[in-house]
């Protein structure tokens, strides 16, 4: 099936973590949800390779939203492409990526923490990627409907909370639903956003209304990975927490 989870472990402040980005194909489109933290790509491109997907063929990435879990590889994947790759995101969220504005849940410490375990050349790009001065990094936005051509169809979903552009992506063809950090996974049980990194809670959950239009039969969630047992209950069971 051309949609994958990957599997990455990184490191983070205070301990290593596995986060699960997503690739999405068909012939003549390759879609990477998410970029992981910030560092060298041989990582990624194992899990491509894994895929049978050469990361070569790579030409759209979309964010979720703008935590550095999940924009941080952006620099050294637009480093190493072989071609134009399209990056995607919601609005609300694009000052951020852009480096317009200071990331909202990342101060200048934690962010050095981030950055130790990198070269001085990546340490370089990762700076100018995210200066106020350089280039825009999202070069198309995202809003609420829109359809991603990509292996039977891509529908975005806004769900503000854990951050004011996040966004959830649903996949036709499989009925996933890939879900950033809107919620995780955690001992086999689907929860909502962490509350220690979601700023607007009550948001975060309403959010999850959105999602009962859609028939979800798995969930991929950034941090804990698949939850397939009776997705849109447990959703709705999420939602009405708000």
């Not at 990184?10 to 879609?31: C, F, N, Q, R, Y």
């Not at 924009?71 to 994947?77: A, C, K, S, V």
């Not at 891509?154 to 996040?166: A, E, N």
Request: with cysteine.
């Amino acid at each position: 099936m051309p949609l994958v989870k990957l599997e990455l472990d990184m490191s983070a402040p205070g301990k290593p973590i596995s986060i699960h980005p997503t690739l999405v194909w068909d012939e003549k489109t390759v879609v990477l949800v998410d970029t992981g933290m910030p560092g060298p790509t041989h990582k990624l491109r194992e899990q491509f390779e894994k895929a049978g997907v050469p990361l070569e063929r790579l030409n759209q990435i979309v964010l979720t939203h703008q935590d550095i879990d999940h924009i941080g590889g952006l620099p050294e994947l637009l480093h190493e492409a072989k071609t134009a790759v399209e990056v995607r995101a919601h609005p609300a969220d694009k000052p951020y990526i852009d480096g317009v504005k200071p990331l909202i849940k990342l101060n200048a410490e934690r962010l050095s923490a981030f950055m130790q375990g990198l070269s001085a050349e990546e340490r370089l790009r990762f700076e100018r990627a995210f200066s106020p001065s350089a280039r825009p990094n999202v070069t198309r936005i995202l809003e609420d409907g829109d359809q991603l051509n990509v292996d039977g169809g891509l529908t975005v979903i806004h769900t503000p909370g854990h951050t004011p552009g996040h966004i959830c992506l649903y996949h036709h063809r499989s009925k996933t639903l890939i879900a950033g950090d809107a919620m995780i996974v955690n001992g086999g049980r689907l929860l909502g956003p962490n509350p220690a990194v979601t700023p607007d809670m009550n948001s975060a959950l309403r959010s999850l209304r959105k999602l009962a239009s859609f028939d979800i039969q798995s969930v991929i969630c950034y941090h804990g990975g698949w939850y397939r047992e009776n997705a849109n209950e447990r959703i709705a069971e999420l939602a009405s927490e708000a």
